[in-house]
């Protein structure tokens, strides 16, 4: 062979090996036991797909039908365990049962917009590699259930509002994914507008790397958590209704949403736990983007909210909400009443107050768990000292002092 021949050969030789290696080391390889894992997730969630129900139920939604009925268990109520629960009526009860729903969901609807933004970026950053294709399809499947969800707690969030209030409360208009994700946040403009570029930057930066599209997931995972935390016990509610014709259609739609959710959080534990092995070991970099994204996880889950357990709401964000419910038609209460007994449900202890607490000591020990086979976590997301250093005291501290202030703006208005 002549030389020149040969140097050409062997260019082009170390060319496909050039090309194959890192082919070789990303590709997820259909032997891989985790690809069986998300393939049989993936097939399981297309059969159960929950989608048509969900449309259907919420098309005929109609709040008068079941207006009289509780529509999960009773301890999640808005302000259960408070003073406010303890002085209301039968009827009452109910609509604190029923708002709980409303303020529950319209938080899972803001969460679930930034989730459909962050899969696409996510597949977008993954898809650039070898056999990739069953994850995006995966995650295609998901931001279309999520689009299912998102339109079935608009429609009884607000109905029920229009019904009760003749106007939104909890709810809100369409949003973007770059919005604050907690619509009662703790923050400001400033804040606000910083959040919004670092979302702006993990969107650009995910879809692009390989590494960080798969550790979204991990903070998919960690958000998701929270969610089953509660919403297991919301569908158990439909699970024990003996006569399932008569269940009212919002915890119907709390169990069909639950039933989808399940396999979304198997997909996040497979994605960024077992796919993560398949990757090259992450650069400096990589380490630090997905740490913040657990730290900005601890700090959106801070925390814990009197009036609504299970959801990480700033409380003194929900004063204004809470006062429009006192002073409805529903409470009747005069302004001072109404600031009566707000003082006391945010700003003394209660069996709510400790229930909610409860509630995030357990999503603490719930995320320390989902994180642990992770090795490049910070020790301080691996403790979750952020979110365990709330406290008790620490809340009550913040309400007295916040309290008399918003009820000073207040009175100024
Ligand atoms: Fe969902
Ligand atoms: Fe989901």
């Known amino acids: 062979m002549h030389f020149l021949e040969f140097c050409v050969m062997n260019n082009i030789f170390e060319e496909v090996k050039d090309n194959r290696l890192p082919c070789d080391s990303y590709a997820m390889g259909s032997k891989h036991p985790f690809y069986h894992k998300l393939k049989v997730n993936y097939k399981r969630n297309r059969k159960q797909d929950c989608t048509e129900l969900l449309d259907a139920v919420a098309a005929d939604f109609c709040y008068q039908d079941c207006q009289n009925e509780y529509w999960h268990p009773e301890e999640f109520s808005l302000l259960y365990g408070t003073r ?54 995966t995650l295609d499947l998901e931001s279309s259930q999520e689009r299912a969800h998102i339109n079935a707690f608009k429609i009884i969030c607000e109905r029920v509002e229009a019904s009760l209030f003749g106007r939104r409360i909890f709810s809100y ?75 009212p259609i919002p915890s119907k739609i709390s169990y069909y949403h639950f039933l989808d959710e399940s396999f979304h959080f198997n997909s996040s534990t497979i994605i960024s736990q077992d796919v993560i092995n398949c990757l090259p070991k992450p650069t400096k970099f990589e380490k630090m983007v997905a740490n913040l994204g657990i730290r900005g996880c601890q700090k959106d889950h801070y925390h814990f909210s009197v009036a609504i357990n299970g959801i990480f709401w700033y409380d003194p964000a929900l004063y204004s909400a809470i006062y429009q419910v006192l002073t409805s038609n529903i409470f009747g209460m005069d302004s001072r009443e109404a600031k009566e007994i707000m003082l006391a449900c945010f700003t003394t202890e209660s069996e709510g107050l400790y229930r909610s607490y409860n509630t995030h000591k357990e999503a603490v020990e719930s995320y320390k768990v989902y994180i642990e086979s992770l090795d490049y976590i910070w020790p301080s997301n691996r403790e979750m000292s952020l979110m365990s250093s709330n406290s008790i005291d620490k809340y009550l501290a ?14 100024n208005l």
Not at 187 to 203: A, D, E, I, P
Not at 239 to 244: H, S
Request: net charge positive; aromatic share 16%.
């Open 84 to 137: 406010l629960w303890q002085q209301s009526s039968p009827s009452q009860r109910i609509i604190l049962n029923q708002l709980y729903w409303v303020a529950y969901y319209s938080q899972i609807i803001s969460a679930e917009i930034a989730t459909i933004f962050f899969n696409q970026t996510s597949a977008a950053g993954l898809y650039a590699q070898e056999d990739f294709r069953l994850v995006c399809d």
């Open 398 to 411: 913040v309400q007295k002092r916040l309290f008399s202030k918003w009820e000073k703006n207040h009175e």
């Open 173 to 247: 208009p369409m949003r973007s994914p770059f919005s604050e994700t907690m619509i009662f946040a703790d923050t400001n403009r400033l804040k606000s507008w910083w959040k919004k570029v670092q979302l702006h930057c993990f969107g650009l930066l995910s879809s692009d790397n390989t590494f960080l599209a798969c550790q979204y997931f991990t903070v998919r995972g960690l958000r998701t958590l929270n969610g089953k935390i509660v919403q297991h016990q919301l569908s158990r509610y439909y699970q024990n209704y003996v006569d399932k014709n008569q269940v």
